[in-house]
């Protein structure tokens, strides 16, 4: 996976073909490509191999790490905290399509260029720019049972719902899963927009003219035409789900009750920094890898085919 | 797919387009969006309110407006937990990340787009697929090659991996950005006599602030908002971020919500700034196509 080691005779090669400097042209671009390298496989690369190389080894607390096979594995499959995380991570995945549908149906209601739609875009966009660790510590206040969303319940004779939110194991997660929802849902606002911005005015016109509802020109018209863009934003939202919620769980839940809000990133943290067993987190992390490369393989092919060249 | 009342809107000469029903559709649309918009400002506003009542004032009326207005809650924020130090953290680190990045991917976009390297295409793909792997996959290898580096609890350590985590996003923006720049551009710069330093910071470096712009703004948010990167790299030294600072208050015990609260507003200010600043870059979509 070395570039350098790869790349290093081929660029001789080409250079001999050219007259002129063709050694300080080698010099040149590999001073240009070395910082930029050199980042990416030292935190990056070497990190994620030693991530795999730790998940084959034993630790306990501070010894001397042993080579242990997969010992790791088959402990983190018998874990029940571990099953259970990824069970949570499976249920926050059935939300995905109100993360989907709810910015198109508002981005569409601000495409019909409804009075104030720039001040509307500005504000929905507000919580994406608040850091999520704020955005937790703001709704624990907000969902506390003698909060303001309680308070707002009962005042409107819904005193059922008023429930202690982040204290049961079902309406945490729900809890956690909505918070994240609001912090991200102003940016899927923004990218349904800038697709949508593509969308020649006149095909929805005409839609209108033929006397075609609002739910008529969303299904029939608007999600078609801006379908890679709807793929695009499903598969960012499949990510953050995996890896962007960290710092709303450190900050709401930490996990609790019992391991009810426990997500694989958050499980990652705690068994290498609390329970000090970094083996066993390095697994974990490799279990998580898995999903995440998956998922963000769609958005680098996708930057790859748009920024790639015609040549080489 | 039955069309309700709201759909007026969408066939201002359609059948059902009276003009009462017209009317009535554009005000349910403007509800529905003031309702949104209140859920996405409310949390804010109630923690602006809470961060200037005085700790008697919130237990008496938690939910209220308050009576009168104090700032001894950011005084007391401020006296607690070093606002200044780590604001000036926060800024150093993420300042130097996002340079860092930026210079980084602005060489190897132009190696790549412009210089006709060899496997261009191929370092570029090397570069972007780095983003398959998150921080919280790697963060305990992370942390130790950096403390292998000597550079633990550094300022250096957490640049150079904001740095590291930044460059697939902005490699793309640049490399994308870079394509469309006509290479006859260059070409008449070099027939002047410019050498690639000075094309790349003063032919190229101008024509691409659009992305320059997109991708520091995106940088900037991540990094100041980062809380997992600076918790693990910095640990307990007094070179934490804000973030960090501001996670670790909120656990104390002892803290009432006043004070939490004007922790947290001190804490977002900076980027609700950036925001107002740059509403219009924000805005546009020019991030919102390229967003981690």
């Known amino acids: 996976m070395n570039t350098s080691d790869i790349a290093a005779p081929a660029l001789i090669k080409a250079g001999r073909r050219k007259r002129g400097s063709t050694r300080t042209k080698i010099v040149l671009i590999l001073a240009l490509v070395l910082p930029g390298l050199l980042l990416a496989i030292l935190f990056k690369l070497v990190p994620l191999v030693r991530a795999f190389w730790l998940s084959l080894m034993q630790t306990r607390g501070f010894e001397e790490p042993s080579f242990a096979w997969f010992a790791n594995y088959q402990s983190m499959f018998r874990d029940p905290t571990f099953l259970q995380s990824f069970q949570n991570g499976a249920t926050v995945f059935l939300t995905l399509p109100v993360w989907v549908v709810l910015p198109l149906i508002v981005a569409l209601l601000l495409f019909q260029r409804t009075p104030g739609w720039k001040l509307f875009r500005a504000v929905y966009f507000v919580p994406y720019m608040i850091a999520p660790v704020v955005v937790g510590i703001m709704f624990r206040q907000i969902l506390a049972p003698e909060g303001p969303l309680n308070a707002m319940l009962i005042g409107v004779g819904l005193a059922p719902l008023a429930i202690e939110w982040l204290n049961g194991p079902t309406s945490a997660l729900f809890s956690l899963t909505a918070v994240a929802l609001w912090a991200f849902f102003g940016l899927g606002v923004l990218t349904y927009l800038s697709g949508l911005a593509t969308v020649s005015q006149d095909v929805m016109e005409a839609a209108r003219l033929d006397g075609a509802g609002f739910w008529r020109v969303l299904v029939s018209i608007a999600v078609p035409l801006i379908k890679p863009v709807i793929g695009y934003w499903t598969v960012l939202c499949m990510s953050s789900m995996l890896i962007w919620m960290f710092p709303l769980i450190y900050a709401l839940t930490r996990g609790g009750p019992g391991s009810s809000t426990m997500l694989p990133e958050y499980l990652v943290f705690i068994t290498t920094f609390e329970f000090l067993n970094r083996g066993k987190g390095a697994a974990i992390g490799m279990a998580l890898f898995v999903f995440a490369a998956l998922v963000s393989a769609f958005v680098v092919r996708r930057m790859y085919l748009d920024g790639k060249g015609e040549r080489s | ?292």
């Open chain 2, 1 to 292: 797919m039955s069309t309700s009342a709201q759909s007026g809107a969408f066939h201002p000469r359609g059948r059902r387009g009276s003009p009462v029903a017209r009317s009535l559709s554009r005000w349910l649309v403007t509800l529905v969006l003031v309702v949104v918009a209140a859920a996405a400002l409310y949390p804010l506003m109630f923690t602006i309110i809470n961060s200037v009542k005085s700790r008697t004032g919130y237990s008496q009326n938690p939910l209220g407006l308050p009576s009168g207005i104090t700032f001894e809650n950011y005084i007391d924020t401020f006296n607690r937990m070093n606002v200044l130090r780590l604001l000036l953290n926060t800024i150093i680190t993420t300042g130097g990340g996002l340079l860092l990045s930026t210079v980084a991917a602005l060489f190897i976009a132009y190696a790549v787009t412009k210089l006709r390297m060899p496997f261009g295409n191929f370092l570029f793909l090397f570069i972007i697929s780095m983003l398959v792997i998150p921080s919280q996959v790697v963060i305990y290898p992370l942390y130790e090659t950096i403390l292998n580096l000597g550079m633990g609890g550094s300022y250096q350590g957490l640049i150079l991996a904001y740095a590291a985590f930044g460059l697939p996003m902005s490699t793309y923006l640049l490399v994308a950005y870079f394509r469309a720049i006509p290479d006859e551009l260059i070409e008449a710069a070099r027939l002047d006599g410019a050498g690639d330093m000075r094309i790349l910071f003063e032919v190229l470096l101008p024509v691409s602030t659009p992305a320059i712009a997109a991708l520091s703004i995106l940088n900037f948010v991540w990094m100041w908002n980062d809380l997992l990167l600076p918790l693990v790299i910095m640990g307990g030294s007094d070179k934490t971020t804000l973030m960090v600072g501001i996670a670790l208050l909120s656990g104390q015990y002892d803290v009432s919500i006043p004070l939490i609260s004007a922790g947290l507003i001190i804490a977002l200010l900076p980027v609700l700034v950036v925001y107002l600043l740059f509403q219009r870059q924000i805005l546009s979509g020019a991030i919102s196509g390229a967003v981690r």
